[in-house]
Antibody
Framework: QVQLQQRGARPVKSSETLSLTCGVY????????LNWIRQPPGKGLEWIGE???????DYNPSLRSRVTISRDTSKNVFSLKLMSVTAADTAVYYC????????????WGQGTPVTVSS | DIQMTQSPYSLSASVGDRVTLTCRAS??????LSWYQQKPGKVPRLLISGASSLQSGVPSRFSGSGSGTDFTLIISGLQPEDFATYYC?????????FGPGSKVDIK
């Protein structure tokens, strides 16, 4: 059973770059679509983007100019970088996987709360 | 982007009730629709994918149906642990989008 592990909460200052990492356990990261999803406080879920098993990336157009998702198959981890953050980027950030191109997100990491301060 | 809408936004129900939640896509998504359950402060849990395929370990009182643009999640016999917010999500076309959620709380 694949499990995902994220690091703990971290503060980020406005205009800086948010960096998060997700470890993949119980499976090979190169076998899955590796995703990042976020949820602002009290709000719904927003898909950020993914890296495919082939290594290609796909991003939400609303964030594309600021986001990079990458993977390190040798370490079985994948990462999110979001540049030039503002208070609107304050959210719980989840990593997740998909097995197929049209499948649902499962499993999910435990989430990392990110607060952007000025 | 494909817009996902859900109804009702919120509903109050009793243990044992049959609950029907609906999800509509702004254009056809075939059967590329998933349902998630999220309890306060917890991680979303995938219940159903492919519109009607129950994930392993999910109780059989949950069922999903639909294709194209209109989808339904039914909880047959609501249990205390089912009080939560339910999200639908399309994985047909990028960017993958979620509905706003339907909150089920105790009457």
């Amino acid at each position: 059973q694949v499990q995902l592990q994220q690091r703990g909460a971290r503060p980020v200052k406005s205009s800086e770059t948010l960096s998060l990492t997700c470890g993949v356990y119980g499976g090979s990261s190169s076998s899955f679509y590796l995703n990042w999803i976020r949820q602002p406080p009290g709000k719904g879920l927003e898909w950020i983007g993914e890296v495919s098993p082939a290594g290609s990336t796909d991003y939400n157009p609303s964030l594309r100019s600021r986001v990079t998702i990458s993977r390190d198959t040798s370490k079985n981890v994948f990462s999110l970088k979001l540049m030039s953050v503002t208070a609107a980027d304050t959210a719980v950030y989840y990593c997740s996987t998909r097995v197929t191109a049209s499948g649902g997100f499962d499993p999910w990491g435990q989430g990392t709360p990110v607060t952007v301060s000025s | 982007d494909i817009q996902m809408t859900q109804s009702p936004y919120s509903l109050s129900a009793s243990v044992g009730d049959r609950v029907t939640l609906t999800c509509r896509a702004s254009q056809t998504i075939r059967n590329n629709l998933s349902w998630y359950q999220q309890k306060p402060g917890k991680v979303p849990r995938l219940l159903i994918s492919g519109a009607s395929s129950l994930q392993s370990g999910v109780p059989s009182r949950f069922s999903g149906s639909g294709s194209g643009t209109d989808f339904t999640l039914i909880i047959s016999g609501l249990q205390p642990e089912d009080f939560a917010t339910y999200y639908c999500q399309q994985s047909d076309t990028s960017p993958f989008t979620f509905g706003p959620g339907s909150k089920v709380d105790i009457k």
